[in-house]
């Protein structure tokens, strides 16, 4: 019978940039494809991300520019994703040898551990997980960060599909790049910050984002510094892998600079292989936008 497609949309908000996607998917199953874009800078002090307290600054000012992105986008309502910084997430890996599998005694479990090395009440953030043997992976976004945000865009006459993060966006959207690896790094590099991904067995075994970004001399530095110290710790691992997605810069130079230093094989992702852009455009920068939109399909 006859399918149809949809439009889907996605804004990155990052610390310094806003970036919006709208997007389309066919009903056939080919490519998706951009079909609005929109990018606005965030100046000083309207945004300051942490994990423990709201992060808009300057609600009226931070509207007025994200209606900006979004119009330009042409996304003027309807149903949105967001990608907020990662710096507003907690991750932690938690021993869970013997726990009930079914959710809400994973999620039980999960409060009960975290109480003492959370920030915050852990009953007052919203959880998810991922079981990998006897450790379970959680992620912490405290309730009313992602709560500010969501406002924020419904007072727009937008409607909030899912809240997440850069390097969690981007992970699932290029998963199936992965291929049969089941031990590998995965490195995303914006102008603001980087994000270090390593899978062990198909699941993620460590996770690190900084407010470092690709202009930033010590780049190169803090992510060998992830990278040896997962080494350090798991002699019984060796990663010779890595994919790397800059949405930024000359991705030939880190790729050297990482193959050096790591001695991996670097592979590097595009967000062109697997989605369709404007001719002439350099959709790179937009990755986090387009997985944002696409992860709500």
């Given at each position: 019978m006859?399918g149809f497609?949809?439009?889907l949309?996605?804004?990155?908000?990052?610390t310094?940039?806003l970036?919006?996607a709208?997007?389309?998917?066919?009903?056939?199953g080919g490519?998706p494809?951009?079909?609005?874009?929109?990018e606005r800078?965030?100046?000083e002090?309207?945004?300051l991300?942490?994990?423990t307290?709201?992060?808009?600054?300057d609600?009226?000012?931070?509207?007025?520019?994200?209606?900006?992105t979004?119009?330009?986008?042409g996304?003027n309502?309807?149903?949105?994703?967001?990608?907020i910084p990662?710096?507003v997430?907690k991750?932690s890996?938690?021993?869970?040898?013997g726990?009930?599998?079914?959710?809400?005694e994973?999620?039980k479990?999960i409060?009960?551990?975290?109480?003492?090395?959370?920030?915050?009440?852990?009953?007052?953030?919203?959880?998810?997980?991922?079981?990998?043997g006897?450790?379970?992976?959680a992620?912490?976004?405290?309730?009313?960060?992602?709560?500010?945000?969501?406002?924020?865009?419904?007072?727009m006459?937008?409607?909030?599909?899912?809240?997440s993060?850069?390097s969690?966006?981007?992970?699932?959207?290029?998963?199936g790049?992965f291929?049969g690896?089941k031990?590998?790094a995965?490195?995303?590099?914006?102008?603001?910050?980087f994000?270090?991904?390593?899978?062990?067995?198909?699941?993620?075994d460590?996770?690190?984002?900084k407010?470092v970004?690709?202009?930033d001399?010590?780049?190169?530095?803090?992510?060998?510094?992830?990278v040896l110290f997962y080494?350090?710790?798991n002699?019984?691992v060796?990663?010779?892998?890595?994919?790397?997605?800059?949405g930024i810069?000359?991705?030939?130079?880190?790729?050297?600079h990482?193959?050096?230093?790591?001695?991996?094989?670097?592979e590097?992702?595009?967000?062109?292989?697997?989605?369709?852009?404007?001719r002439g455009?350099?959709?790179?920068?937009?990755g986090?936008a387009v997985?944002?939109?696409?992860?709500?399909?």
């Amino acid at each position: 019978m006859f399918g149809f497609s949809k439009t889907l949309a996605g804004i990155d908000i990052g610390t310094k940039v806003l970036r919006a996607a709208r997007v389309r998917v066919g009903a056939g199953g080919g490519a998706p494809s951009i079909e609005g874009y929109a990018e606005r800078p965030l100046p000083e002090g309207i945004l300051l991300p942490s994990y423990t307290r709201e992060n808009i600054a300057d609600m009226k000012r931070f509207q007025d520019l994200v209606r900006l992105t979004l119009g330009t986008a042409g996304i003027n309502s309807g149903d949105i994703s967001l990608s907020i910084p990662d710096q507003v997430v907690k991750v932690s890996f938690l021993e869970a040898k013997g726990i009930p599998k079914n959710r809400n005694e994973v999620l039980k479990f999960i409060k009960w551990k975290s109480k003492r090395s959370l920030p915050y009440d852990p009953e007052n953030a919203k959880i998810d997980y991922q079981l990998m043997g006897d450790t379970a992976m959680a992620v912490f976004i405290k309730d009313d960060i992602v709560s500010n945000y969501e406002e924020a865009l419904r007072s727009m006459s937008f409607r909030p599909k899912s809240v997440s993060t850069p390097s969690l966006n981007l992970f699932n959207l290029f998963s199936g790049k992965f291929g049969g690896h089941k031990e590998f790094a995965l490195i995303s590099v914006m102008e603001e910050h980087f994000a270090v991904i390593i899978v062990r067995n198909d699941c993620i075994d460590f996770y690190r984002s900084k407010e470092v970004g690709y202009t930033d001399d010590r780049l190169m530095q803090e992510i060998n510094s992830s990278v040896l110290f997962y080494a350090a710790e798991n002699p019984d691992v060796t990663l010779k892998t890595a994919f790397l997605y800059t949405g930024i810069g000359d991705s030939e130079v880190l790729v050297a600079h990482l193959s050096d230093s790591t001695g991996m094989k670097v592979e590097t992702l595009r967000l062109a292989e697997i989605i369709k852009g404007p001719r002439g455009v350099d959709i790179e920068p937009y990755g986090p936008a387009v997985a944002a939109a696409l992860g709500s399909k």
